[in-house]
């Protein structure tokens, strides 16, 4: 898992520090740790990608650090190594001391967690679950405009799973607090970690239930019923976003097919 880099090791490498990667011209560094000067350091065995290992350091550059986003469009395995890598540093980077005696702790040898010497206490990295969910009402589609988006993109409404919560629930809260709609038939499609910071985005399916759309402005900047074939501006290809509006459509489509 960790080990200190003698220079010989090879592969692909990610020094991460503070959500940011270092990316020399752009690119993600290849081939043994000497010649990206990374001997020396630690090192920590996080993965595999195009048949190579994959390496964190956890350490900043004086230039050409840039943030994980910009590995979005890339390949998707190398999107989510990316944020493995930089959510590991910060959760290292953050427990260097034990929160309940103060203790200065250590990195496990077995897993993903630091330990403390003092009361044994063992930490795990947070990982903080979300749900995304595109609402259908026949040939409607609910979709909002947030006020984070730029470029007047319209997508699912989206929310943080609260503590003591199931994600159905969550499901229904976020979206009578975001819409003042009710939602029936709550379906999971996929999920997909999104490391910003450390949230794991679980995706659903539900149908329109009851109630009159009625935004909250605090939340959105607008939202409204879509019909399937006059689509806004939507979320890039690729995002779980994108698929839950196709799926919908799909099904609005099949609909129609049936009835007509
Ligand atoms: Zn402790």
Redesign the pocket.
Known sequence: MEQLLTGEEFGWWFVCHQGKIWLPQGVLPKGRASEWSLNGTTGFSIGEWLGEPVWLVCQSKPEGMAPVRQLLDEDKDLFQLAGKAVQLAEFYRSHLF??????K?YHSREEWACL??????RYYPQIAPCIIVAIRKGEEILLAQHHRHRGGIYTALAGFVEVGETLEQAVAREVMEESNICVRNVRYVTSQPWPFPHSLMTAFLADYASGELKHDPKELLDAGWFHYEKLPVLPPVGTVARRLIEDTVALCRSEQDNDG
């Open positions: 034990c929160g309940y005696c103060g203790t702790m403390c010497p003092e009361c044994h206490q």
